[in-house]
Nanobody
C-alpha cells in the first residue's frame, strides 16, 4: 500500500506565497510522475502542475510563471511553490503520484486547503 501525506496549506493574502509538500511512503519500487491538482467549490478537479521522474514539468496555463513543481526523488517528495497567489487560486489541493509497486497505479493525498483572501 502507498500513502501520500500533504502539508503546507493555509490562509494567505493575495500576492503572498505558500509552499505545499507531499511525501509518499509504503511499498514503492519507483515513482513515475508526481504532481498537484486542485478543486474549488462547485468546480471539477483540475491539474495544476506535474513533474516526471526525469524532471520534466508541465503546468496549467492559469499558474504558469507563478507556481513551480519540484521533487526530491531520494525522499519520494513533491513540492508546489506558489507565488503571487490570487483569490481564484483558493481550492483544496491534492497530491497525485503514479507509483510502481507490483503494478502501476495512481494514488491521491487527502487534500490540503489553500485560501487566498483579497
Amino acid at each position: 500500500q502507498v500513502q501520500l501525506v500533504e502539508s503546507g496549506g493555509g490562509l494567505v493574502q493575495a500576492g503572498g506565497s505558500l509552499r505545499l509538500s507531499c511525501a509518499a511512503s509504503g511499498s514503492i519500487f519507483s515513482i513515475k510522475s508526481m504532481g498537484w491538482y486542485r478543486q474549488a467549490p462547485g468546480k471539477q478537479r483540475e491539474r495544476v502542475g506535474v513533474i516526471t521522474s526525469g524532471g520534466s514539468t508541465n503546468y496549467a496555463d492559469s499558474v504558469k510563471g507563478r507556481f513551480t513543481v519540484s521533487r526530491d526523488n531520494a525522499k519520494n517528495t513533491v513540492y508546489l511553490q506558489m507565488n503571487s497567489l490570487k483569490p481564484e487560486d483558493t481550492a483544496v489541493y491534492y497530491c497525485n503520484a503514479v507509483v510502481v509497486t507490483t503494478g502501476t497505479n495512481a494514488y491521491w493525498g487527502q487534500g490540503t486547503q489553500v485560501t487566498v483572501s483579497s
